[in-house]
Antibody
Framework: EVQLVESGGVVVQPGGSLRLSCAASGFTFDDYAMHWVRQAPGKGLEWVSLISWDGGRTYCADSVKGRFTISRDNSKNSLFLQMNSLRAEDTALYYC????????????WGQGTLVTVSS | QSVLTQPPSVSAAPGQKVTISCSGSSSNIGNNYVSWYQQLPGTAPKLLIYDNNRRPSGIPDRFSGSKSGTSATLGITGLQTGDEADYYCGTWDSSLSAVVFGGGTKLTVL
């Protein structure tokens, strides 16, 4: 059974930093690209970032470019999101998501970890 | 403002059919695969359709997807009250080098 378990979400002040983690199990982690997708309270889905199976290629939404960095550790079946210079508008539930065929879909989602940026 | 355009809401009676549209451009829907997601209240999204019209195992054939040009459509037949949810379309945008989602459509089964 595929499981994606996010952690690291907390309340942080504007301008602060945070690192989210995602522990993956139930599939061959280093065979698949991975995404982070977020959802602000009461809002729709917003894609954040994508990393290839080997970490060699990464992509980010313009809204987080230069502030967020996606990475992975295939030896530990783990995905990360380093978030710097946090803003109030980054407040959201952050989902770790397994890619289906690269950019062809997202077939498994974690339950999310909540990041709140507030003073 | 989302790159992909969906109607904010649709509604239909139990047992009926509903379609949800998703409009984009040549840089996204026109040249890339479309996927659809269902988000039941208080839960994480679930993949319903990938590669424009393929269903993952376990998704009933009441759900279907299609694509024509720069638009895609999700169809749901035999509506059930349990289908009440938010539905999102998504695809890759080759110009942005980014995944883009529609704004979501809230389905109400009256």
């Amino acid at each position: 059974e595929v499981q994606l378990v996010e952690s690291g979400g907390v309340v942080v002040q504007p301008g602060g930093s945070l690192r989210l983690s995602c522990a993956a199990s139930g599939f061959t982690f280093d065979d698949y690209a991975m995404h982070w997708v977020r959802q602000a309270p009461g809002k729709g889905l917003e894609w954040v970032s994508l990393i290839s199976w080997d970490g060699g290629r990464t992509y980010c939404a313009d809204s987080v470019k230069g502030r967020f960095t996606i990475s992975r550790d295939n030896s530990k079946n783990s995905l990360f999101l380093q978030m710097n210079s946090l803003r109030a508008e980054d407040t959201a539930l952050y989902y770790c998501v397994k890619a289906h065929g690269g950019t062809r879909g997202m077939d498994y989602w974690g339950q999310g970890t909540l990041v709140t940026v507030s003073s | 403002q989302s790159v992909l355009t969906q109607p904010p809401s649709v509604s239909a009676a139990p047992g009926q059919k509903v379609t949800i549209s998703c409009s984009g451009s040549s840089s996204n829907i026109g040249n890339n695969y479309v996927s659809w997601y269902q988000q039941l209240p208080g839960t994480a999204p679930k993949l319903l359709i990938y590669d424009n019209n393929r269903r993952p195992s376990g998704i009933p054939d009441r759900f279907s997807g299609s694509k024509s040009g720069t638009s895609a459509t999700l169809g749901i037949t035999g509506l059930q009250t349990g289908d009440e949810a938010d539905y999102y379309c998504g695809t890759w945008d080759s110009s942005l080098s980014a995944v883009v989602f529609g704004g979501g459509t809230k389905l109400t089964v009256l």
